[in-house]
């Protein structure tokens, strides 16, 4: 799972309506965003217990009206996003669950009930690991081998729509200007301090042409200062209350801490440069010793003097040559 502040920093994230709107219109399948009338969002309460694994399951969930075949209904489509930092090929069997304890939430608050129909649901992994993602996206590939054709009907479907941020390139989140494509191009970013200082001057840029600036730029900082904080970043983050405001601050910060980086890497290169030296020297002394010891009669003791080891390393090198 996701670092806690990783976690509780895109929890705040989503849980306002626009990055809601942001991440579906940027990045989920546009026939899907087409049907969804944004404006009636509508945040709901995601936390439950569930029986199987016995822990609370916190992931967003909104509901939103949409327009099918040309007609608005009063139809409900509940987005789940689970955030994960490293791939779990288990995400269908789990979805699989959530679901099915959220719609068993649902007919317990009696939001709807059996006669009135369960509403649809899409859930979403928000995804932003190392490695590429690999789990099947739906429960039905996890089955093998795959059953005959009588028994497939009856096997159970589940499957949820996948956001990776690692797969986006620099250039396709460029086409996407909103603050959700700048905070995952700050995530792409936090492992090259030069390509973090990019990313968090376009997500300024971002905030400063956004209609609502003030809004945007407070939940982004809020935002990001926990990701700088799970970064371990060397920020003074007391003195970071607004991203656009502390631009020049913030950024000053991030160069330091890249420059005390490089200092760092460069006595560590320093450090194993040295011990490597004096390791291949220590090995010469050693090669040189065991020539002398093979090739000559001289005792341990004029060896030593002359290759600068010690009596008892010329001993032991002796002993292992008998062996």
Same mark, same amino acid.
């Given at each position: 799972?996701?670092?806690? *502040?990783?976690?509780?920093?895109?929890?705040?994230?989503?849980?306002?309506?626009?990055?809601?709107?942001? %991440?579906?219109?940027?990045?989920?399948?546009?026939?899907?965003?087409?049907?969804?009338?944004?404006?009636? %969002?509508?945040?709901?309460?995601? *936390?439950?217990?569930?029986?199987?694994?016995?822990?609370?399951?916190?992931?967003?969930?909104? $509901?939103?009206?949409?327009?099918?075949?040309? =007609?608005?209904?009063?139809?409900?489509?509940?987005?789940?996003?689970?955030?994960? $930092?490293? =791939?779990? !090929?288990? #995400?269908?069997?789990?979805?699989?669950?959530?679901?099915?304890?959220?719609?068993?939430?649902?007919?317990?608050?009696?939001?709807?009930?059996?006669? @009135?129909?369960? +509403?649809?649901?899409?859930?979403? =992994? %928000?995804?932003?690991?190392?490695?590429?993602?690999?789990?099947?996206?739906?429960?039905?590939?996890?089955?093998?081998?795959?059953? +005959?054709?009588?028994?497939?009907?009856?096997?159970?479907?589940?499957?949820?729509?996948?956001?990776?941020?690692?797969?986006?390139?620099?250039?396709?989140?460029?086409?996407?200007?909103?603050?959700?494509?700048?905070?995952?191009?700050?995530?792409?970013?936090?492992?090259?301090?030069?390509?973090? @200082? @990019?990313?968090?001057?376009?997500? =300024?840029?971002?905030?400063?042409?956004?209609?609502?600036?003030?809004?945007?730029?407070?939940?982004?900082?809020?935002?990001?200062?926990?990701?700088?904080? !799970?970064?371990?970043?060397?920020?003074?983050?007391?003195?970071?209350?607004?991203?656009?405001?502390?631009?020049?601050?913030?950024?000053?910060?991030? @160069?330091?801490?890249?420059?005390?980086?490089?200092?760092?890497?460069?006595?560590?290169?320093?450090?194993?440069?040295?011990?490597?030296?004096?390791?291949?020297?220590?090995?010469?002394?050693?090669?040189?010793?065991?020539?002398?010891?093979?090739?000559?009669? #001289?005792?341990?003791?004029?060896?030593?003097?002359?290759?600068?080891?010690?009596?008892?390393?010329?001993?032991?090198?002796?002993?292992?040559?008998?062996?």
């Amino acid at each position: 799972m996701a670092s806690q *502040h990783h976690d509780t920093g895109y929890k705040e994230l989503f849980s306002h309506p626009e990055f809601v709107q942001q %991440l579906i219109e940027g990045f989920a399948p546009a026939e899907i965003a087409a049907l969804m009338d944004f404006t009636t %969002l509508r945040h709901h309460n995601g *936390h439950y217990i569930t029986p199987m694994f016995e822990e609370k399951i916190e992931d967003v969930v909104w $509901s939103v009206e949409v327009t099918w075949d040309g =007609v608005a209904q009063e139809v409900y489509l509940y987005i789940l996003l689970e955030f994960q $930092s490293s =791939v779990d !090929r288990t #995400m269908p069997i789990r979805l699989m669950h959530y679901v099915a304890c959220f719609y068993s939430e649902l007919l317990k608050q009696k939001v709807t009930t059996p006669s @009135q129909g369960l +509403p649809p649901v899409f859930p979403v =992994v %928000l995804y932003n690991g190392v490695d590429r993602w690999a789990a099947p996206l739906d429960v039905y590939r996890m089955i093998a081998p795959e059953p +005959p054709s009588f028994l497939q009907v009856y096997q159970p479907h589940l499957r949820y729509y996948l956001v990776d941020e690692g797969r986006y390139t620099d250039e396709e989140l460029g086409l996407v200007q909103t603050p959700l494509s700048g905070v995952f191009s700050v995530e792409k970013a936090s492992k090259d301090r030069r390509s973090l @200082q @990019q990313a968090v001057d376009r997500i =300024v840029a971002i905030i400063q042409s956004d209609p609502n600036k003030d809004r945007i730029d407070a939940i982004i900082t809020r935002w990001l200062k926990r990701h700088l904080q !799970r970064l371990g970043a060397e920020v003074n983050l007391d003195r970071l209350n607004s991203l656009v405001e502390d631009k020049d601050m913030l950024a000053e910060n991030l @160069q330091n801490w890249a420059e005390k980086e490089r200092q760092e890497g460069r006595q560590e290169g320093l450090q194993e440069g040295r011990q490597k030296a004096e390791q291949r020297a220590l090995e010469e002394k050693r090669n040189t010793a065991r020539n002398l010891i093979a090739r000559t009669e #001289m005792e341990d003791q004029m060896i030593a003097e002359i290759t600068g080891l010690a009596v008892e390393e010329v001993s032991q090198l002796r002993s292992e040559d008998k062996h």
